[in-house]
Nanobody, 124 residues
Framework: QVQLVESGGGLVQAGGSLRLSCAASGRTFSNYGMGWFRQAPGKERVFVTAITWSGGSTYYADSVKGRFTISRDNAKNTLYLQMNSLKPEDTAVYYC?????????????????WGQGTQVTVSS
């Protein structure tokens, strides 16, 4: 059974940093692109960032470009999201996902496995 487990969320002041992790089990995901999405209260889930299977290419939403960094360790089957210079508008539940379907990296429909999410709250 495929399982993605996010961790590292929490409460942080504006300007602070957090590092999210996503541990994958039940399958090796080294051949798949992976991504992070987030959902703020009352809003739709949106794309944050994605990384190709090798880690050679990364993609970011304009809202996080220059502040967030996605990375992966295929030997550990783990995906990371380093978040710096956090803003109150970054407050959301963050989900990691595996891109198992065809489609663009920023389209949630291209992802077929999702974690349960981890809450990130940024206070002003």
């Amino acid at each position: 059974q495929v399982q993605l487990v996010e961790s590292g969320g929490g409460l942080v002041q504006a300007g602070g940093s957090l590092r999210l992790s996503c541990a994958a089990s039940g399958r090796t995901f080294s051949n798949y692109g992976m991504g992070w999405f987030r959902q703020a209260p009352g809003k739709e889930r949106v794309f944050v960032t994605a990384i190709t299977w090798s880690g050679g290419s990364t993609y970011y939403a304009d809202s996080v470009k220059g502040r967030f960094t996605i990375s992966r360790d295929n030997a550990k089957n783990t995906l990371y999201l380093q978040m710096n210079s956090l803003k109150p508008e970054d407050t959301a539940v963050y989900y990691c996902a595996v891109q198992g379907h065809s489609g663009t990296y920023d389209d949630g429909r291209a992802y077929n496995h999702w974690g349960q999410g981890t809450q990130v709250t940024v206070s002003s």
